[in-house]
Structures are given as structure tokens and as C-alpha cells.
């Protein structure tokens, strides 16, 4: 899990479920937010949920490539 903040953006919070097809997206999502968090399934084994409710988020975004989508077992931690 990473956090990426922006204090020349005055809001918004966003959670990213990703995989690593996510990475080329970080620098976009972070001149449109003030705080994007990411989460790599493949590594975070906690409820994503938790961060969900903890972090307050204004949005939550789930970007996968579609074969990693359709075959990854580690997103059993989307609860």
C-alpha cells in the first residue's frame, strides 16, 4: 500500500485497487487529487474494506488488466 499526496490539490481522496498496469495512471491521478492511495492485491493480505471505512475515501477505483482480472486470486481480500 502507497500514498501519494498532492498539496497544490485541495481535495479529494481516492483508493486504487490495482494491479501493475496502474502505475502509468499514478501521475494522472495525482494532479487530480489530493491524497490517491494505492493497493497491489498481489502484496496487501488485509480487508480492503478497512481501509475503505478508516480512510474516508471520496472515491474508490478498481483498475485491472482484464487477464489479471479474470484470473487473480488475491482479490478474495475485497470483502
Not at 502484496?43 to 488488466?65: A, E, L, M, P, R
Amino acid at each position: 500500500m502507497e500514498t501519494i499526496k498532492n498539496s497544490q490539490v485541495k481535495s479529494g481522496k481516492v483508493l486504487v485497487v490495482k494491479d501493475s498496469f496502474c502505475h502509468s495512471l499514478a501521475p494522472f491521478l495525482a494532479d487530480n487529487f489530493n491524497t490517491v492511495t494505492m493497493v497491489d492485491m498481489r502484496y496487501y493480505k488485509n480487508s480492503v474494506s478497512d481501509i475503505v471505512k478508516k480512510g474516508k475515501y471520496d472515491q474508490v477505483f478498481v483498475i485491472y488488466g482484464v487477464d489479471n482480472l479474470a484470473t487473480d486470486t488475491d482479490l478474495v481480500w475485497i470483502q
